[in-house]
């Protein structure tokens, strides 16, 4: 079994990201009067901000446990998925450049009770990504071209886990 | 994609900053200000200027301030939704762009519309049929389209607009109609003259995306993972659209981010040689005028709505392609 968090500095700069982007946004509706209109725009992205700000809290409390029999996520929203009840794996990837270089990926997993996601700064991500790949390898599941791609930039076999996109006659 | 997007937006508050500010330098940067700029023309018309009443004018329209406050008290206008007070027009720049900004937008998504409906049938047509005659002689309208100057294209659908249809010559509706509120009969008046702006400007555009999907999906079709579809037997219309297409569609929405200004800023000298009510012609005499709150707004709106384009065409291309690039990497 292994423990995994996210580490504090990637936590500290979404914490900084929130900080900066509420200041940007929630400033000007306290100082400036502003029209109905800003105040949709800038009180939306202002709430979006502060939805973030809290989601990262919350990854602060989160420790992830990766085992063979599957991955327990604990902190104020518990949660557990055995690898035998496996129903979904997608990997998206982002990233902010146009050149779409220094991104991040983005793993969700789908289980019986909801979908349990996590980026890729959380310590042993990798190792965690090839154990969800062996578990979905053996439940037969069906991925995606992306995830299937983005499976082989992380150095897993996309053999034996067939694509969704795979084409049929 | 929460992270994605807050991301994107924080990269977007400190570009909307440095471009509200350069914004204003280089509407700043020529030398003196609108009432310098009046007081020569009346100057050189030969009529006396009072320099107690330029005086008045200057503190009345806070051109006397500092730069930094003027840049202050421009912005949180924009906040409040006032953009400034056009000199030239002596009308808030809100009513001067009034109607107009509709109209344009409107010459303008239709334009995109057009160019949308017109080029992807033909695009895909000449890069399935490549080095057909069909292909050949798309190939040389397309080219013909590219080359063709628009205030030429103009000039010639004026003259064979009227002559075919009786159109009125110029204008997005007859005259009757302009300062009128909207009727059916003026909004038919609009649609008469609509499709002739819509033809001149996207011409162009139509021709260079057909060059685009055309080269975009012949390297698709190439590539194996085609040729593996058409061994396993899918049917080659399902394996076009599912496959290549969808690929070779990607540069067209990073694309996105070039029409929201467009949908402002389009098509300025056609506007000026077809008489459109549009906002480019007002654009152009603002920034020679120097009529600077209704230069900086429009310029100010221009950049914004690049910005916002830019955001949304990478959240589609996020949603559609989340695939890594090998040359990637990704930041822990």
Same mark, same amino acid.
């Given at each position: ?23 940007a946004? @929630? ?42 029999? @599957? ?8 949660? +557990? ?13 982002? /990233?902010?450049?146009? =050149? ?9 997993l789908?289980?019986p =009770?909801?979908?349990? @996601?996590?980026? /890729?700064?959380?310590? @042993? ?23 299937? =791609?983005?499976?082989? +930039? ?9 694509? +969704? =996109?795979?084409?049929?006659? | ?6 991301r ?12 509200? #500010? ?7 940067? !020529? ?7 009046? #007081? ?10 009072? !320099? ?11 051109l ?11 912005v ?52 399935t ?10 190939? &040389?309208v ?6 063709? !100057? ?45 499709w002739i702006? #819509? ?7 139509t ?9 975009? &999906? ?32 990607? !540069? ?51 950049? #914004? ?9 990478? &959240? ?8 890594i ?8």
């Open positions: 079994m292994k423990l995994a968090r996210y580490p504090i500095n990637a936590l500290l700069a979404d914490y900084g990201r929130a900080a900066l982007g509420l200041a946004t @929630g400033g000007p509706l306290l100082f400036v009067p502003p029209n109905p209109a800003m105040v949709i725009i800038l009180g939306g992205m202002a709430g979006l901000f502060l939805i973030f700000g809290l989601r990262t809290g919350l990854r602060q409390l989160t420790t992830v446990e990766v085992s063979e029999r @599957g991955v327990r996520v604990t902190g104020l929203r518990s949660t +557990a998925l055995d690898w035998t009840v496996l129903k979904g794996l997608r990997i998206r990837y982002y /990233s902010t450049r146009r =050149d779409r270089t220094q991104g991040w990926m983005q793993l969700k789908d289980g =009770d909801g979908t349990i @996601g996590f980026d /890729s700064h959380l310590d @042993g991500f990798d190792e965690l990504v090839k154990r969800a790949a062996a578990a979905a390898r053996t439940a037969g599941l069906t991925l995606n071209e992306a995830t299937l =791609d983005n499976l082989g +930039a992380l150095g897993i076999e996309r053999a034996g886990l067939g694509s +969704a =996109d795979e084409a049929r006659p | 994609m929460l992270i994605y997007l807050i994107r937006l924080i990269i977007m508050i400190p570009t909307l900053i440095a471009i509200s #500010v350069i914004t204003f330098t280089i509407i700043q940067l !020529p030398p003196g200000d609108y009432l310098t700029t009046y #007081v020569a023309e009346l100057q050189s018309q030969g009529e006396a200027v009072d !320099p107690k009443k330029i005086e008045f004018l200057r503190q009345q329209y806070g006397d301030r500092p730069k930094y406050e003027q840049y202050l008290l421009w949180g206008g924009i906040l409040q939704g006032d953009f400034g007070y056009s000199f030239e027009h002596s009308l808030p720049v809100t009513e001067i762009i009034g109607d107009r900004l509709w109209l344009t937008v409107l010459v303008t998504f239709c334009t995109i519309v057009f160019t949308w409906i017109v080029a992807f049938p033909i695009g895909i047509y000449s890069a049929h490549q080095y057909s005659w069909a292909d050949y002689s798309l190939t &040389l397309g080219f013909l389209g590219l080359a063709t !100057p628009h205030f030429l294209l103009a000039l010639v659908m004026l003259y064979f607009a009227n002559v075919t249809f009786g159109t009125s010559i110029g204008g997005l509706m007859d005259e009757q109609f302009i300062g009128q509120s909207w009727s059916w009969a003026k909004i038919k008046s609009v649609l008469e003259h609509l702006p #819509v033809i001149v400007i996207g011409t162009s555009g021709a260079g995306m057909i060059r685009r999907l055309r080269a975009n &999906l012949l390297d698709e079709l190439q590539k194996q993972y085609v040729t593996t579809g058409r061994a396993k037997g899918l049917p080659p219309f399902r394996l076009l659209i599912k496959y290549p297409l969808r690929m070779s569609l990607n !540069p067209f929405i990073s694309d996105i981010g070039d029409y929201l200004p467009d949908l402002v800023s389009s098509a300025t000298i056609v506007s000026v040689v077809m008489s459109l009510p549009t906002t480019g012609p007002i654009l152009l005499d603002a920034l020679r005028s120097q009529d600077m709150y209704l230069a900086g707004s429009f310029l100010m709106f221009l950049a #914004v709505l690049t910005v916002i384009g830019v955001f949304l065409s990478d &959240l589609a291309l996020a949603a559609f392609d989340p695939r690039r090998l040359h990637g990497g990704l930041s822990r």
